[in-house]
């Protein structure tokens, strides 16, 4: 039987460092795709490559490695950032990072999820989320800047009108693009039954959803990073705070769903949660953890929709 590599790659722009996992070697390769196939002709097929996700520069050398028939591990930097300060507390490079991941996928290779790549749909509409983010953080920025600057307020409200406009044809680029795809068309339309949630955040969650098999809302709701973490130690209970790992963007318009779905079928939910002493900010990542929930099951059931009878209050669910 064929001994399984377990491997690490700390990706740059121009270069990877790699390094297998019982060998102190760790060699550098460019970042191209003649070189990554040369590499991948000389490993044993039975690996398990992790790497950090890097932006954009990881996605060549991923691909290639899963197209070749090994699996990938794509690490969150956090993670491997407090890993290495346990296990190589003295310093940082490109070939300890790499030994690093290789050690870390040698020892939790078993927990960790295999990546798949993503479509070129799926891509496409990562890529119009992230420039709609983009564009609604600059004209939150702009307000701001309005507000302090009412000599330039003409201007101003000039540009902050282009951006509405911007936002607003990348929001008919989204619904054209889910539209082009009969599994998302079928799934958000469904999704969009939830109160709260509309095209874009419907876009957004299917799309996670397609990516990624989650076994229980659980996992999306840590996936996304509104999960709350205990801070527990014998006597001491401290103040419990979401993970906010995961897709930042993904988790703010949750939050603006909760927000927007409180005034309707949620409200009772909401003020449950609100006379059992929750702050207002906790209440509301609250609905929006049970949205996902729900988002989950609607998604997983043929056919399944909203049914707004069946959201019951904290109290009566007491």
């Not at 002709?41 to 050398?61: C, D, F, K, N, W």
């Not at 420039?131 to 609604?136: I, K, P, Q, Y």
């Not at 988790?251 to 309707?264: C, Q």
């Not at 929006?288 to 904290?314: C, H, L, T």
Request: glycine share 6%; hydrophobic share 40%.
């Amino acid at each position: 039987m064929e001994q399984i590599a377990f491997i690490g790659i700390d990706v740059a722009k121009d270069t990877l460092a790699i390094n297998i996992w019982g060998q102190e070697e760790v060699i550098e390769i460019r970042n191209r795709v003649d070189s990554i196939q040369q590499w991948l002709s000389s490993l044993p097929q039975e690996a398990h490559i992790g790497m950090e996700s890097t932006g954009s520069y990881h996605r060549l050398v991923a691909g290639l490695c899963v197209n070749s028939g090994r699996t990938v591990h794509l690490l969150q930097p956090r993670d491997m950032c407090n890993y290495r300060r346990t296990v190589a507390p003295r310093g940082k490079t490109d070939a300890i990072d790499a030994q690093v991941i290789a050690r870390y996928v040698a020892r939790e290779h078993a927990s960790l999820r295999a990546w798949t790549p993503p479509t070129q749909e799926q891509d496409q509409l990562d890529a119009l989320l992230k420039t709609r983010a983009f564009c609604s953080r600059q004209r939150s920025s702009l307000n701001q800047v309005r507000d302090a600057k009412k000599s330039l307020d003409e201007v101003l409200a000039e540009v902050e009108k282009a951006m509405t406009k911007a936002i607003a044809a990348i929001d008919r680029q989204i619904k054209l693009l889910v539209r082009k795809i009969p599994e998302m068309a079928q799934g958000c339309a469904r999704l969009e039954t939830i109160e709260g949630v509309g095209p874009v955040i419907a876009a957004a969650l299917g799309n996670t959803l397609c990516k990624h098999n989650f076994k229980d809302s659980q996992a999306l709701i840590g996936y996304v990073g509104l999960d709350p973490r205990p801070m527990e130690s014998g006597k001491f209970k401290g103040r419990r705070r979401l993970s906010k790992r995961g897709p930042a963007e993904l988790r703010r318009l949750l939050y603006l769903a909760a927000m927007s779905g409180v005034r309707k079928s949620w409200k009772a939910r909401f003020e449950a949660l609100m006379a059992k002493g929750l702050p207002r900010i906790a209440a509301l990542c609250a609905v929006a953890r049970k949205i996902i929930a729900v988002a989950w099951a609607i998604w997983n059931q043929s056919g399944a929709r909203f049914d707004p009878e069946k959201v019951i209050p904290m109290q009566k669910a007491a």
